[in-house]
């Protein structure tokens, strides 16, 4: 049985016959990693991590599961669909993927718990119940949009932080034995905390914004923040600051001795390329065409 304890090193490599597809993307993050895939037809043969890991199956996938259950008991399933995995650390388990489709895997650490959820238990790793083949609506949601957004090139930090926080609430709330629970926030940011957030937002536009700083401006975790930036907003911190990029860079294109490559690094943008494709998907134009219809 194969088994792995460095988060950094392709989790999603752990166990699968034959290797993954050429077109993969996978992004190592200090306390998480990300793996999406068209995945062809294999197997993870029998192996743990050391972290928890989230694996969502989106239709027409087929899959058949086994792993140790309470008591050391081995437990088998086979599902049909979009279905989901959650497996904390140190259980051992085989998956069998026996027909090609869209495949994402998502490996938490301990430390990203306690770090970026409020109210996390001490031991995530005794706390979760393995859930092997389950039906989730919310996980498969937020599968198909980070799959949506690895199309687009290399995926910004503060919405893979968002996804990730987002999913270690849910899997805290929904699939955890003890008695604690995160709780459902209201209210929104209220005035002071709204300002501070913003502002902060609008002074680093030009550099890479992350979910843990806004909420240490916040003064609250950052699944508390995504909750209530939402309230307030109507969006999430990762739309709101992307939105805000291509507002300015609208601005921006209006000065037309101004180069698109400058441009892009003024509004916080990676490239060129990845200015060219955002600002097509909000505004339909590219910033050339957009800058020609001026």
């Known amino acids: 049985m194969e088994t792995h304890n460095e988060l950094g090193e392709k989790q999603f490599l752990i166990g699968l016959n034959p290797g993954p597809p050429p077109d993969y993307v996978a992004h190592d993050y200090s306390d998480y990693s990300v793996y999406t895939a068209e995945q062809h037809r294999s197997v993870w043969e029998r192996h743990t991590h050391d ?12 899959v058949r599961g086994e792993w140790q259950g309470a008591n050391g008991h081995i437990e088998r399933r086979e599902m049909n669909g979009d279905m989901a995995w959650i497996v904390p650390p140190n259980i051992p388990h085989v998956i069998h993927f026996d027909r090609p489709a869209t495949l994402i895997h998502l490996y938490l650490t301990e430390s990203f718990f306690h770090k970026m959820v409020e109210n996390a238990p ?34 910004s930090p503060l919405f893979t932080d968002s996804i990730a926080t987002l999913t270690a609430t849910h899997l805290v709330r929904s699939y955890s034995n003890t008695t604690r629970s995160v709780p ?21 536009l030009n550099e890479s914004i992350t979910l843990e700083e806004l909420a240490r401006v916040a003064e609250i975790s950052p699944n508390y923040l995504i909750a209530l930036f939402r309230q307030s907003m109507g969006m999430t911190p990762h739309k709101y600051v992307v939105q805000t990029r291509v507002e300015h860079a609208r601005t921006l294109l209006k000065q037309r001795d101004l180069p698109l490559l400058e441009i892009a690094h003024r509004c916080g943008f990676q490239d060129q390329s990845q200015f060219t494709t955002v600002f097509r998907r909000y505004s339909g134009l590219t910033p050339g065409q957009f800058r020609r219809s001026l």
Request: aromatic share 6%; charged share 20%.
């Open 51 to 62: 972290c928890t890991q989230i694996t969502v199956a989106m239709s027409p996938a087929q």
């Open 122 to 155: 001490e031991s995530v790793e005794l706390s979760l119940v393995p859930s092997i083949l389950v039906r989730d609506n919310f996980l498969v949601e937020l599968a198909h949009s980070l799959h949506r957004e690895s199309q687009y090139g290399k995926l």
């Open 184 to 204: 459902a926030f209201r209210g929104g940011m209220g005035p002071s905390r709204e300002r501070r957030v913003l502002s902060y937002i609008a002074e680093h």
